[in-house]
T-cell receptor, first 115, second 112 residues
């Protein structure tokens, strides 16, 4: 089935550790996104990529890093510089980038907890 | 900068009652408009979208939304709510050359 797969679903991080969240899509979409969602709040954009080997910072990029080496993959690394990483992380994709009204589709999310 | 407001943080309705969730946006032109639903601990699922044409759009699960340009609104409606509709609902807008902007969400509770 076509879709967006995020892994792991649940992840625990110790203080000072970097962790990487995986996001894979088989929808042949050019654009991919990472959002952070805190309990009872809306979505905040961390990073986005409109094409392979290119990505831009979103509204809350500090303490995060990404790569886009393949069209179908957009992993997010939560670094130790992110002081409050406990949150629900959502990966998303769309056919094109900002030059259209393309619909954005979401994965099932990953819960990250600092222990 | 464009923004999206959802005035109601939490709404409670009885099963079988009608529902209207409000969404307002601020932008000079007509944006692309979306409604998404999120069950606890899950990703967001697209309910419906408006790009152009008929201002009343139909979506999945019996939902519909009406675009009103004069009010900069895109309210979501359902004539009869089911218990399974309890979830978080997000309105989103997207303008040419820009990223999606999501509203803060409205949590819907359904009483039996």
């Amino acid at each position: 089935d076509g879709g967006i797969t995020q892994s792991p679903k649940y992840l625990f991080r110790k203080e000072g550790q970097n962790v990487t969240l995986s996001c894979e899509q088989n929808l042949n979409h050019d654009a991919m996104y990472w959002y952070r969602q805190d309990p009872g709040q809306g979505l905040r954009l961390i990073y986005y990529s409109q094409i392979v080997n290119d990505f831009q910072k979103g509204d809350i990029a500090e303490g995060y890093s990404v790569s886009r080496e393949k069209k179908e993959s957009f992993p997010l690394t939560v670094t130790s510089a992110q002081k409050n990483p406990t949150a629900f992380y959502l990966c998303a994709s769309s056919i094109g980038g900002g030059n259209s009204g393309n619909t954005i589709y979401f994965g099932e999310g990953s819960w990250l907890t600092v222990v | 900068a464009q923004s999206v407001t959802q005035p109601d943080i939490h709404i409670t309705v009885s099963e079988g009652a009608s529902l209207e969730l409000r969404c307002n946006y601020s932008y000079g032109a007509t944006p692309y408009l979306f409604w998404y639903v999120q069950s606890p601990g899950q990703g967001l699922q697209l309910l419906l979208k408006y790009f152009s044409g008929d201002t009343l759009v139909q979506g999945i699960k019996g939902f519909e939304a009406e675009f009103k340009r004069s009010q900069s609104s895109f309210n979501l409606r359902k004539p009869s709510v089911h218990w399974s509709d309890a979830a978080e609902y997000f309105c989103a807008v997207r303008n040419y050359g820009q990223n999606f902007v999501f509203g803060p969400g409205t949590r819907l509770s359904v009483l039996p």
